[in-house]
Every structure is written in C-alpha cells, then in structure tokens.
Nanobody, 126 residues
Framework: QVQLVESGGGLVQAGGSLRLSCAASGRTFSDYAMAWFRQAPGKEREFVAAFSRGGGKTYYSGSVKGRFTISRDNAKNTLYLQMNSLKPEDTAVYYC???????????????????WGQGTQVTVSS
C-alpha cells in the first residue's frame, strides 16, 4: 500500500503559477504510474496529467496542455505539478493518484487508480 500527501495549493491570481507536490510513502514509488486529477464544486473528478511507471512518458488533458508540467523524482518519492498561466476555470481540489500499471503505460481513468491523496485546494481569482 502507498500513502499520498499533496501540498502546495493556495490562492493565486489569474496568470499566476503554483507548484503542487505529492509525497509518497509505504511502497517503492518508482513501481507506480502516477497522475494528477482535479474536482471542481458540482463536477466530476477529471484527469489532468499522468506520468508512466518507467520510460518517462507523460500525458495531459487538452485543457492544461502547454500550461502544466508533470514530473516525478523517484529518489525523493515525490510527484510534482507545475501550473503556469492559471485560469479561474483551473479552480478545484487537486488530487494525486497511484496505480501499479504496466511499465510505460499512461493511465487516465479514475477507476484504474488504487491510491489517492486527500487533495489540495487551488483557487484562481480573476
């Protein structure tokens, strides 16, 4: 089992930047495919970005591609999400998730992820 704890959320003006972190513990971090999801009030949880287990593959939703960057540091057991050019529609609770997917696989479905953090609030003011 792996435990995930997100941090780095906050209030930022439109056009600003934030970097989220997700600290993992409990199992070998490099054994997991990782991702960021978000959930706005009254909406379903949606995929934001994913990083494969091995191979360095990344994938982004169309709404964040070119503005957000997902990265991972296996030595530090940490996943990151650098968010630039933030928009009010990026306001949501952001969650990191882990899945023991096959190597080099990108996973985008919430139902495929076994482990979730508690979330961190990101609020973008206009």
């Amino acid at each position: 089992q792996v435990q995930l704890v997100e941090s780095g959320g906050g209030l930022v003006q439109a056009g600003g930047s934030l970097r989220l972190s997700c600290a993992a513990s409990g199992r070998t971090f490099s054994d997991y495919a990782m991702a960021w999801f978000r959930q706005a009030p009254g909406k379903e949880r949606e995929f934001v970005a994913a990083f494969s287990r091995g191979g360095g593959k990344t994938y982004y939703s169309g709404s964040v591609k070119g503005r957000f960057t997902i990265s991972r540091d296996n030595a530090k057991n940490t996943l990151y999400l650098q968010m630039n050019s933030l928009k009010p529609e990026d306001t949501a609770v952001y969650y990191c998730a882990a899945d023991r997917a096959p190597r080099h696989t990108i996973v985008v479905l919430t139902t495929e992820y076994d482990y979730w953090g508690q979330g961190t609030q990101v609020t973008v003011s206009s």
